[in-house]
């Protein structure tokens, strides 16, 4: 008798709702509160270490040592305020997850007594042991160097646990011959990239007073919740992150009612509780609903500037999991938890502002404003098509491969969706009948005449496309539930600031060869459009129609992340990179190393979990019910029963035969391939072989599981079923 499977239901069952209450009626009164900023330093601050953090935030000025003191001990003072007893450097190693490393601010004094110190150089660096972060081979392990080094463009913040509260500190981490080993160095300095040339761009053609620029981003969060007793109960969650078996619910998402459905009432005191821990930490949470399926949901914070908003993502995640555990549930922010229902993604909505207050992705009133739209518009365009293959990889992984192109989420191919609307606009542009219409309108400025007044309620809407306009923002749709923004906001900064250098160039020389302004822009726009129409579909980007659409428009669809990575090492992509000063070859090569590494890992414990649940839950299950129909074979022989009195049972203990016998030999088969794929040194032709010889095992081993989980008497199967998971609530 499966008892743990029906201990968790029972459990589930019983579980009453989780009281929460909120600091104050009103979120203002409790909005970053726990968070290091303006005002807090204005109050813990002298005047001068105010003035030096104001002024590394907006101008990047470097803060000297002494200063660094001062602004430490205000911002102990200030922690010790909110109950905090350590302090940790908090940054975003390669593995995916943030990092901490907790230090007290309690030292010991000569005197036998001790005193609470948080010192300038703990603030601005650490050294944490570094060896066991992935480096890629750019740094020995023996040396273990590496350092963590304060971004003040990202504030402090205290991190509440149930036993005592952190102060904890943004930082970048790199090697110390300055290789960056983390995820924020390089988006730092993409996002520096993107800014200079939106300046440069703004202030040459547009507008003088144009000084700064910010890469916004708004990050939609999708995860599934499900009940954590249940969830415990399955290895293959608890390890991996997503069931490995599982035989679809008879009600799965067909019936489209949880979608905008009413929330139940557990999982709305949970994300009360959620938000309530976010808002104390400056993350401005917006929207909350049901996703399509069931036990999925969604919420997303207003956008910010993109360094801070994927710090905000990240520690959303990371509080996301532990409020969930005060509430017996067990958040899923895989890509891919269930086969046949929906998966998760993390819509990243993006656009590039100004320090005068215009989003430079939303059309104008005038013709002049549309310029300038249409300039960021285009260009953005191309830099799409220009770079799709990298784009592509800056998703990769192993569990968002579930996802891409799985009938729900976009293909892998890469497009653009723009709405018929500025289809239109831009067709006119480029079209010749209307140029000459507009020619006889005016002689002096006659392209301009043809910038129509785009109209600002942009309603198109296409939920199948990875790369979206949606009236003032492009979203980039096809970033998987669990990853780091970092990389797709990276790659799409990088690719932004370059394209922005190059129309730069081409404009100013047209000008120099005496166009005029306008009709320069417009002539270089109009080039970008033709020579990268292909890459823009309006049409629905999950039906098979496209893929062959696509094929004939020469677009990649690489559907496997081992492929999909080879962008980063192209040619094209490592001159990019260094050309903008993100990435060296060095830095591209490790990192390439590190995401193959970590996809053959991956595999690798999603083959063992599943050869484990095969050999140790699944046959078990089957074989007692085999013995159960045995016996009652005999029971009926013995008294005479004759073979058609007995044909049904007879044929399950055949068929359960026939599943073990398929299973067993796979699961074998697959352990075969592991180990050849073990013993081929090169990292990507290894990825390549867990990818296309071990993995396609797995939905073998599967299809026979499903199987017996169909005909298994209920009570002998180990594992909770899908409906379970996903309905028990
Ligand atoms: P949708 O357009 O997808 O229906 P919303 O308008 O609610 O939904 O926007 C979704 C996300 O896009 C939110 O996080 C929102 O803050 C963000 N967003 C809105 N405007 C911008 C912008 N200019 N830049 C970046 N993100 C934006
Ligand atoms: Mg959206």
């Not at 994927?310 to 555990?325: F, P, R, T, W």
């Not at 990769?396 to 723009?418: K, Q």
């Amino acid at each position: 008798m499966s008892t743990l499977r029906f201990k968790a239901l029972e459990l589930a069952q019983s579980r009453s709702l989780v009281a929460v209450s909120a600091p104050s009626n009103k979120v203002s009164d409790y909005f970053n509160i726990n968070v290091f900023n303006d005002q807090a330093m204005k109050s813990f601050l002298s005047k001068e270490a105010y003035e030096a953090v104001s002024n590394a935030i907006q101008q990047g000025e470097k803060i000297d040592r002494k200063i660094a003191d001062q602004i430490a001990a205000g911002m102990k003072n200030w922690a010790m305020t909110r109950g905090a007893s350590h302090y940790t450097h908090w940054f975003q190693p390669l593995t995916g997850a943030t990092a901490e490393k907790h230090d007290a601010f309690f030292e010991p004094t000569d005197d036998g007594r001790s005193i609470e110190k948080f010192s300038g150089s703990a603030l601005v660096q650490q050294e944490p042991d570094a060896s066991s972060f992935p480096n890629g081979g750019l740094r020995n392990t023996f040396e273990a160097r590496g350092y963590t080094a304060w971004d003040p463009s990202s504030p402090a913040f205290i991190m509440e646990g149930s036993n005592g509260s952190t102060l904890c500190i943004p930082t970048i981490f790199v090697a110390y011959t300055g290789e960056a080993l983390d995820y924020k160095a390089p988006l730092l300095k993409a996002l520096h990239a993107v800014e200079r040339a939106v300046v440069d761009v703004c202030a040459s053609y547009f507008d003088k007073n144009v000084t700064k620029a910010m890469a916004s981003l708004g990050i939609e969060q999708e995860y599934f919740l499900i009940d954590a007793a249940l969830s415990n109960v399955r290895p293959d969650l608890v390890l991996t992150g997503r069931t490995l078996l599982g035989l679809a619910p008879e009600k799965g998402q067909q019936l489209e009612d949880h979608y905008f459905g009413s929330i139940p009432p557990r999982v709305q005191s949970f994300m009360i509780d959620f938000e309530i821990e976010c808002y104390k930490l400056g993350i401005p949470l917006k929207t909350r609903h049901n996703e399509v399926a069931p036990s999925q949901y969604e919420c997303a914070p207003n956008f910010e500037e993109v360094n801070l908003a994927i710090d905000h993502n990240q520690l959303l995640m990371d509080v996301m999991e532990k409020v969930a555990q005060r509430h017996g549930f067990k958040v899923l922010l895989h890509e891919k938890p269930f086969a046949g229902v929906n998966g998760s993604g993390k819509h990243n909505n993006w656009s590039l502002i100004t320090n005068t207050g215009v989003n430079l992705l939303a059309p104008g009133k005038t013709p002049q404003n549309n310029l300038q739209f249409l300039t960021f518009f285009v260009n953005t365009i191309k830099a799409v098509h220009d770079h799709a293959d990298l784009l592509r990889a800056s998703i990769a992984s192993a569990a968002n491969d579930h996802r891409l192109g799985a009938n729900e989420a976009p293909p892998a191919i890469m497009s653009v969706f723009i709405g018929t609307q500025l289809t239109q606009v831009l067709e006119d542009l480029v079209s010749t009948k209307s140029k000459s219409q507009a020619a006889k309108a005016s002689k002096t400025s006659i392209d301009i005449q043809k910038i129509p007044e785009i109209l600002l309620d942009n309603t198109d809407r296409n939920r199948t496309s990875p790369f979206a306009f949606t009236g003032n923002k492009f979203e980039f749709r096809a970033v998987g539930s669990s990853a780091n923004c970092a990389n797709a906001m990276i790659v799409l900064n990088a690719i932004m600031a370059d394209q922005l250098k190059k129309f730069k160039v081409e404009v100013d020389g047209q000008i120099k060869k005496g166009k005029k302004k306008e009709e320069a822009i417009l002539d270089v726009l109009k080039g970008y459009y033709k020579s990268s129409k292909t890459i823009l579909f309006e049409g629905n980007g999950y039906g098979d129609a496209w893929v062959k659409e696509a094929s004939k428009r020469g677009l990649s669809n690489i559907k496997t992340t081992p492929e999909a990575l080879n962008a980063y090492i192209s040619g094209t992509s490592k001159q990019l990179f260094e050309r903008n000063a993100i990435f060296n070859s060095r830095e591209l090569e490790a990192r390439y190393e590190i995401m193959q590494e970590s996809y053959v890992k991956k595999i690798d414990i999603e083959a063992k979990v599943l050869a484990q649940l095969a050999i140790s839950h699944v046959i078990p299950s089957a074989l007692s019910y085999q013995q159960k129909l045995s016996e009652n074979v005999a029971a009926l022989k013995a008294i005479g029963v004759t073979k058609t009195g007995y044909d049904a049972q007879f044929k399950f203990i055949e068929e359960i035969s026939k599943y073990v016998k398929h299973i067993r030999e796979n699961v074998e088969k697959m352990i075969a391939e592991m180990d050849k794929a073990h013993h081929i040194a090169d990292t990507h032709k290894r990825a390549v072989a867990f990818c296309h010889k071990v993995k396609p095992l797995f939905e073998q081993i599967r299809k026979s599981s499903d199987a017996l989980e169909f005909i298994i008497e209920d009570d002998l199967w180990k594992l909770p079923k899908y409906r379970e998971l996903l309905f028990v609530k």
